[in-house]
């Protein structure tokens, strides 16, 4: 070591710990690259993984994607909402909810073309059809839901107009598939809600794979009653009975599920849902949406807490879609939560006697 | 459409109506000496753009990081010392003595079948130290969880059992990315990389980047396998770590060089990938590894998402028929 003046400055040096005295390999460390004591080559770390680097890779999804996780579910509830004023002779309801429908859904399928990575190909999602890709069945779900929710919107926004959307002769055909577009669009509606949820579970992102058995029931939860809080925005109070009592449904339905979930969740892989941004936004989603509830029970028949309500329920839903989407990217990013599960189920396995089915063999 | 999880052919299950034997790589990471060719014929031949910023990792002599988009054949250096080693040659030992079922006829005179106690067991080489390279590669999966997500049929299974993507068909949705459960795949940057400025002038006379938003990944080199070629990979390492051929040769010579090394009392060896009962249905790219898959970056228990899909597709449907049921209610349970 050369002496300097400047030496009386420089931080003492910690000891360092020699490499052998036991510690598991690589990993993370601060780094440390101001010179003032000497950095070992190969920092140390508590559980084994590669440098902490991660072991499964994390969908390459921005915002766009959680965002259509929502809108998906505003567009699926209101159809459904939408077909209910339909059946039950409520025409403003009716009509709110088609719109909402669709808009939700133009929207949402901007935001999903836009994170492709070559979104000039956004067709090439229908040049086949294959069960075992969610995302190939839910570009088909997506493509009828939207022909139907299409329809049955345009319907409305030519009555709207006073009949002066320049349809000539379809106007006739408009008006005699309206009714059957918007029981398509019903029909389509539940499974678009629900199949993102296995879009998720069907991944090797930890903390979504370890979801996969409750999250449909979270998803189709959120949808209602975002979609209920919606036509409570939207619609007068006088029609928005059925929406209401949707939107107990749906908080209920989703404390319920999320709760059930991440009790059944591996409790590492469910780790991340109660950590960091993702943890905010799932907290404060179970927070809006009890908050919703009560209030529209309690304040449903007035405009303004009606309105208030939906909102509430509205940005409760947001919430819950990117907290769980935000939790899973998170989950990947970190190798523990890919190593650990992994490491406990196989030895439970092992532990019940069941030893031919691991990757790593002794021979 | 074949099974989704569980021992099977793939070519058969994809319908290929020929009999190409399924092709696979064995890498012995015991005899690999980090020398990167692999690496470096990988990138050559299959004209795959820098990857990264040209950065020292510190870790250890890999600064190439992880597979990606680029990169195709990774080599990790690990530094171990004695405890360590110790650790590794106890845990493989127990792997033995699970007494693993064979699958397919046992090796013959496999040296295994002496008894371990008795072997040599002094190392061959210094007791305190090691260095673990091992260069690492798509595992070409019997049930490929990229492929099986794979919406728009851009990743396909070749007559050889292998998983490629045609980069005319994928349009960059990166659900096979997160559908891999080893991280393998990856969508391709713009190639806007951030080159360290001295090298600038030089970037800028890099080609533009190929397949820019579309994944990509290790195609068993798919071009040489059509005209009868090795690998790139197999054909520059020059130690023979990196082995080519018929996938059910590779997995018996993996078998039998397991042995021989156990037999030298090395229990740390150990095979990944050779199990057609896990839960990726064995891989295409067997491994032998001298410590828990986890210490390379590899998953200890892989498993095919879409082997759940079945399950998922039943639960979404109970939610389905919950929410209609909830609307139901809500319309026809009187006024609320
Ligand atoms: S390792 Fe990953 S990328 Fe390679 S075939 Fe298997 S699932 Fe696909
Ligand atoms: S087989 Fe070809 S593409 Fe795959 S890692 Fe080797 S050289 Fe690269
Ligand atoms: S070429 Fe062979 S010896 Fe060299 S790093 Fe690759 S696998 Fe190891």
Redesign the pocket.
């Known amino acids: 070591m050369t002496l300097s003046e400047f030496d009386s400055f420089r931080p003492s040096e910690p000891v360092r710990r020699r490499r052998r005295e036991g510690k598991r390999g690589p990993g993370r460390r601060p780094a440390n690259g101001d010179g003032s004591r000497e950095m070992p080559m190969v920092p140390e770390q508590e559980f084994s993984s590669y440098y902490g680097r991660p072991v499964v890779k994390a969908a390459p999804w921005g915002n766009d994607v959680a965002a259509y996780l929502f809108l998906g579910g505003v567009a699926a509830g209101s159809a459904l909402l939408g077909l209910g004023g339909q059946l039950s002779g409520r025409p403003t309801l009716r009509r709110n909810a088609r719109l909402s429908a669709l808009a939700a859904v133009s929207a949402g399928t901007v935001a999903l073309v836009k994170d492709l990575g070559r979104p000039e190909r956004f067709l090439h999602m229908l040049r086949t059809f294959k069960v075992t890709s969610p995302m190939s069945v839910g570009s088909w779900i997506l493509s009828a839901f939207s022909a139907g929710a299409g329809v049955s919107a345009v319907a409305e926004i030519d009555r709207m107009s006073g009949s002066r959307l320049p349809l000539g002769p379809l106007r006739n055909v408009l008006r005699a598939v309206e009714g059957p577009a918007g029981f398509e669009a019903a029909v389509f509606a539940g499974p678009l809600a629900a199949y993102t949820a296995v879009l998720l579970g069907d991944t090797a992102t930890p903390t979504w794979n370890a979801a996969h058995e409750e999250l449909p029931f979270v998803f189709v939860s959120s949808a209602a009653l975002a979609s209920a809080g919606l036509a409570m925005v939207t619609t007068p109070v006088r029609e928005t009975g059925p929406a209401r009592k949707l939107a107990v449904l749906g908080v209920l339905g989703e404390v319920a599920a999320m709760k059930v979930m991440e009790q059944r969740m591996d409790p590492v892989a469910a780790e991340p849902l109660h950590q960091g941004k993702a943890g905010a936004m799932l907290k404060w989603s179970e927070r809006l949406a009890v908050a919703g509830g009560l209030g529209t029970l309690l304040g449903g028949r007035h405009r303004g807490a009606a309105a208030v309500s939906g909102l509430a329920l509205l940005t409760a839903s947001a919430l819950t879609r990117f907290g769980v989407f935000e939790a899973g990217l998170a989950s990947a990013r970190d190798p523990r939560y890919t190593i650990e599960p992994q490491k406990t189920r196989l030895a439970a396995r092992r532990a019940a006697g069941i030893t031919d089915d691991a990757i790593t063999t002794g021979g | 459409m074949g099974q989704l999880s569980g021992p099977t052919d793939p070519t058969a299950d994809a319908h290929w109506e020929h009999s190409h034997p399924r092709k696979g ?1 064995f890498t012995d990471t015991s005899i690999c000496i980090g020398c990167k060719a ?2 470096v ?3 050559e ?2 004209h ?1 753009p820098q990857d990264g910023n040209l950065e020292l990792l510190g870790s250890s002599y890999d600064n190439t990081g992880a597979l990606g988009a680029s990169t ?2 990774h080599v990790a250096f690990i530094e171990q010392g004695q405890e360590r080693i110790v650790e590794a040659r106890e845990s493989g030992r127990a792997l033995v003595s699970l007494g693993m079922p064979r699958i397919g006829p046992p090796a013959t005179a496999s040296p295994a079948a002496t008894d371990l106690a008795e072997a040599e067991t002094t190392p061959p080489d210094t007791a305190d130290f090691r260095w673990l390279m091992s ?1 690492d ?2 595992k070409h999966c019997t049930h490929a969880g990229c492929l099986d997500v794979c919406p728009t049929g851009a990743l396909f299974r070749t007559e050889f059992g292998t998983v490629v993507v045609q980069d005319d068909v994928c349009n960059g949705c990166g659900t096979c990315v997160a559908g891999c459960p080893f991280g393998v795949i990856e969508r391709r940057a713009d190639g806007s990389v951030k080159v360290a400025t001295s090298r600038n002038d030089q970037h800028a006379k890099h080609p533009a980047v190929p397949n820019a938003g579309i994944a990509q ?6 071009d ?1 396998l059509v005209a009868d070629e090795t ?6 390492c020059p130690t023979t770590s ?1 082995k ?1 051929g018929d996938h059910d040769d590779m997995v018996e010579t993996a078998r039998e060089r397991v042995s021989s090394l156990h037999a030298q009392g090395l229990t740390e060896a150990r095979l990944y990938g050779a199990n057609e009962n896990d839960g990726v249905g064995g891989t295409g790219s067997v491994f032998l590894l001298l410590d828990e898959p986890e210490v390379y970056g590899l998953p200890p228990d892989p498993r095919v998402p879409t082997a759940d899909l079945p399950q998922m597709y039943r639960r979404a449907g109970m939610a389905v028929a919950g929410m209609a049921a909830a609307v139901a209610v809500a319309f026809l349970g009187g006024r609320a």
């Open positions: 790589f692999c690496e014929a990988c990138k031949w299959n795959n195709w054949r260069s590669v798509c990944k290790c195609t068993l080199c798919y040489r690998p790139a990979c197999a054909k520059a990196i080519f």
